[in-house]
């Protein structure tokens, strides 16, 4: 089946540092969806990306669509304590398979001790 | 608007022991899927359905059921429990308008199967 592949798994942030993950794919997207996870909740959707090559902000989170639909990046920029937790990417494919979801492994953020 | 709930938060089961995970959305979304979550492996997709009545198996279906009588319910069905299937589950409901999709997720079931 389709994977993607989500990088980095794991990084620290200070506060007031930029931060910057990817996904990338084997295969097309036709959607690009970024989620967070607090502890003990269900995912949280930050950003969706529906067309290749599209830019999207939302806040202090930027994430674009790649051209080849294969890849998408999202940036954080000037980190605060509570952008602490697991970021995730998830692509989509509409129409045969009906929407479902396919997620990356998840990026953890964790405050630098 | 109560959004997609999940119940039960924990369960402790002993192998072999069934039990039903509930999901219930007020949104009349179209679309319910289940997802497991284990450590370093993200969410994988274990049934989904489109509509009443409709369902289908996703990434990881072996041990598990599910139906849909209702738009509102998508039960998950454990039939014999094991020890693999300890992990976090959640539901999530979707609408698509075109190309738009809205997924919304419960807050989880913590499974523990010992």
């Known amino acids: 089946g389709q994977q993607l592949n989500q990088s980095p798994q794991s990084m620290f942030i200070q506060e007031g540092e930029d931060v910057s993950m990817n996904c990338t794919s084997s295969?097309?997207?036709?959607?690009w969806l970024w989620y967070k996870q607090d502890p003990g909740e269900g995912p949280v959707l930050l950003i969706a990306?529906?067309?290749?090559?599209e830019l999207t902000s939302n806040g202090r989170l930027t994430a674009q669509f790649g051209i080849t639909r294969k890849d998408s990046f999202l940036n954080i920029s000037a980190s605060i304590p509570s952008d602490v937790g697991i970021y995730f990417c998830?692509?989509?494919?509409?129409?045969?398979?009906?929407?479902?979801?396919?997620f990356g492994k998840g990026t953890k953020l964790s405050v630098k001790p | 608007n109560a959004g997609v709930t999940q119940t039960p938060k924990f369960q402790v089961l002993k192998t072999g022991q069934s039990m039903t995970l509930q999901c219930a959305q007020d949104?009349?979304?179209?679309?319910m899927s289940w997802y497991r979550q284990d450590p370093g492996m993200g969410l994988r997709l274990i049934h989904y359905s489109v509509g009443a009545g409709i369902t289908d198996q996703g990434e990881v279906p072996n041990g598990y059921n599910v139906s849909r009588s209702t738009t509102e319910d998508f039960p998950l069905r454990l039939l014999s429990a094991a020890p693999s299937q300890t992990s976090v589950y959640f539901c999530?409901?979707?609408?698509?308008?075109?190309?738009?999709?809205?997924?919304?997720f419960g807050s989880g079931t913590r499974l523990t199967v010992v």
């Open positions: 295969s097309i997207f036709n959607t």
């Open positions: 949104m009349n979304h179209e679309y």
């Open positions: 999530a409901s979707s609408y698509s308008q075109g190309s738009v999709y809205g997924y919304t």
């Open positions: 998830a692509g989509l494919n509409y129409g045969g398979s009906q929407g479902n979801l396919i």
């Open positions: 990306l529906y067309k290749a090559g």
